[in-house]
């Protein structure tokens, strides 16, 4: 059993993804189950096999503890824990090749928190997973938006620790030249050259940031299902063994 | 006038600790305003000079547009956009020496969204502006959640394009050992040392982060206003001129 996390911005299209890669993993004949993580999440495309808004509702946190609608989902995840065991024995029953998890458009729960590690451990136990994060192409199509979003996405995946495939989401929304410009920024030079001026501080951030990446971000469309070929092949690299990410020595998880 | 912009995740102290610095200011007989940017926040424990729930509400947008409690931050602030002139001449009424801006905790508006920065652009216009960062040090105390609270604060910094100081707020929820452990932290040997094992692609990403900073996080607490003194000492240092990080060459604005 695998385990594919999606994680990304509140509106980069984590939900949509989630229902058409499933749809593309049952097109194969392979065996899927979706959990949802995200308590706010008013309608789902589809059906979760484990529902999270079962155990917890953000609303009622927020009004219960008179709570802003940020601070409920942060504590709507804490509450959560409370039930960890519960939530472990209804997973555990779950049964599929592939299991999708849909997680809160609050990134700071997997990037900040430890609330969100944890629920993933917990999620995970002794199977493999990885971490698809999308990010926002129509955002990401501004050269500092995409060094930021790339910033996010090494804080979540240091802070997950799990192996990690980024995805610019949403393709569908730019027109050629823009998809060409964001792809070519997964070259380091092309990408300064679009900052325009920067100090030299950003100057070697931005090139540490560029080297870590293992590959380019794939991009992809939920709605012309674009890149979901590309997609899965990342995805069987690391989960079937091609690189093995998850070994003691390169990986720990804390 | 300075502007002097407050930003962190959710809980990390913001409001608390600009309505201390304002006493802190006004106890040294200097002029002080106040704006709140926070469409979602309930209470607030000083009174603000511009307020943004004058413009927009949360909880409204959140019911009129079906959103849920995440979503609906982001658009309040774009909705927003469509009342900059109006904010814009506001604003401009306020006289003060420093004006503390409360932000938030929806940190993703100044980390990767325009939003963000056409709004603090607007505020600032002319004038000078500096941005306190808060790393939580009740997070910030686990050594990979300090790494991927730096992380954001880059993003921020980045994104902003703004002279920023970063600052452990909370400290009065440690203990002497957990924040000397922290401040030793500012120190890339320490800090990787505290990670336990970690690949190369983090072992260079910390180092790179930990270079750009320029002085180590300022430790604070409004609770027993330690700290204060040093950070109201950054920021002379940044907004009187020692360091002038607002030349167009070093520092340009988009």
């Known amino acids: 059993m695998y385990y594919i996390f999606f994680t990304g911005t509140a509106g980069s299209g984590k939900t949509s993804l989630v229902k058409e890669f499933q749809q593309y993993l049952l097109d ?3 065996d899927t189950a979706i959990i949802n993580l995200d308590p706010a999440v008013e309608k789902l495309p589809y059906t979760p096999d484990f529902d999270v808004r079962d155990y917890i509702d953000a609303y009622e946190v927020m009004q219960k503890f008179g709570l802003g609608p940020n601070s409920s989902l942060i504590v709507s995840i804490d509450l959560l824990m409370s039930k960890a065991v519960d939530i472990k024995n209804e997973i555990s029953e779950i049964e599929a090749n ?34 698809v994060f999308l990010l926002d192409s129509f955002l990401a199509k501004e050269a500092r938006t995409y060094v930021s979003l790339l910033l996010l996405s090494s804080a979540i ?6 192996p990690q495939i980024n995805v610019l989401s949403k393709i569908d929304l730019l027109n050629k030249k823009e998809l060409e410009e964001l792809n070519s920024w997964s070259n380091g030079e092309e990408l300064i050259d679009s900052l325009g ?3 030299d501080y950003s100057f070697d951030l931005i090139n540490s940031l560029i080297e870590s990446l293992d590959s380019p971000p794939v991009p992809v469309s939920s709605t012309t299902d ?3 070929d590309e997609l899965y092949a990342e995805i069987q690299k690391i989960l079937a063994g091609g690189e093995d990410y998850l070994t003691e020595e390169n990986s720990p998880r804390l």
Request: hydrophobic fraction near 40%; proline fraction near 2%.
């Open 98 to 131: 592939y299991v999708l998890v849909d997680t809160p458009g609050q990134v700071e729960l997997f990037a900040y928190r430890d609330t969100g590690r944890i629920l993933s451990s917990l999620i995970i136990g002794d199977n493999k997973a990885v971490n």
């Open 157 to 162: 995946r240091f802070r997950m620790n799990l």
């Open 226 to 228: 674009e890149g979901l």
């Open 197 to 199: 001026e920067i100090d």
């Open 28 to 30: 194969q004949q392979l």
